[in-house]
């Protein structure tokens, strides 16, 4: 309504044609005198009836017409341009106010954000400020000067995929050895190989991320827990190989319950193995 009204009071004060840009028949008629004019020249009996020249007044006429012509174009183009520049000063007239309204809106609708959500972010900002301060604690205490480096997700799907992959490589790879003592063949031994690899695999994997690493912590306790986890690591990969090679032969003999007499023969003689092929089992098993 108030874009209408302001739209009307717009074109209601557009400037007036002049009075003297009339083209009213009478007006000329009048300003020209062309009746009494016509009275004289009739009067003389002029013009003659072959005559084709217009006489002096009615060229006076056309050329007052065409005067008047020019002079209503010029006013009605005048006219439009301060129409245009009315329109043009209206629109950024709008533009600023939808900017302002924009502007407003969004004021608004943060502010309610923040009202929504001012509690948990500002448990969220006290969290960050209590890791920050854990992490600068940590830094200082261990001698640390560069910034932490943290795996992306992308990193972490990557890793624990190589795990997967080196678990069933392993199983492949070792599926011909236990094979030659089984009744199923590759499928029974690659049923072996590939759960005695996981248990070597993940075994490895959970020392190396949460005990190895401590030897190269700065207390004195921390790298004798980490030198420590070295040994259980190096014993339990030289365990689990053993096992592997023991378990193999007991196939190989054809025991009815292969794991239980590995166990026993592992306990009377632990490296009591008799074939070569066990023996690189084992070897290709401890390799890191």
Known sequence: MRVMAWLKRLFSRQPARPENLSLEIDSIVEKFQIVKEAKRLASMGLPSFHEKKPTQKEIEVVEHLNLMREEIQRHHVRQSESIQSKVVGMELNYKALQSDALNAEFERQTRKLMDEQGDWLKKLAYNAMVR?????????????????????????????????????????????????????????????????????????????????????????????????????????????????????????????????????????????????????????????
């Open 132 to 288: 920050f301060k854990e992490l600068e604690v940590f830094k200082k205490k261990n001698g640390l000067e560069r910034e932490a480096n943290y795996p992306s997700s992308s990193g972490l799907v990557l890793r624990y995929s190589i795990l997967v992959f080196l678990v069933a490589v392993e199983g492949v790879l070792n599926a011909n050895f236990f094979a030659e003592g089984l009744s199923s063949g590759l499928i029974g031994g690659f049923v072996y190989a590939a759960l005695l690899a996981g248990i070597n695999v993940l075994g490895c994997f959970f020392l190396g991320k949460f005990a190895v690493p401590w030897i190269v912590s700065r207390p004195i306790a921390g790298k004798m827990f980490g030198a420590v986890s070295v040994l259980f690591a190096a014993c339990f990969m030289l365990m689990v190989a053993m096992s592997i090679g023991h378990i193999r032969e007991q196939l190989m003999a054809g025991a009815t319950n292969p794991t239980q007499q590995a166990w026993e023969a592992m306990q009377t003689h632990f490296f009591g193995l008799n074939d070569l092929v066990s023996w690189f089992l084992v070897a290709w098993c401890c390799m890191p």
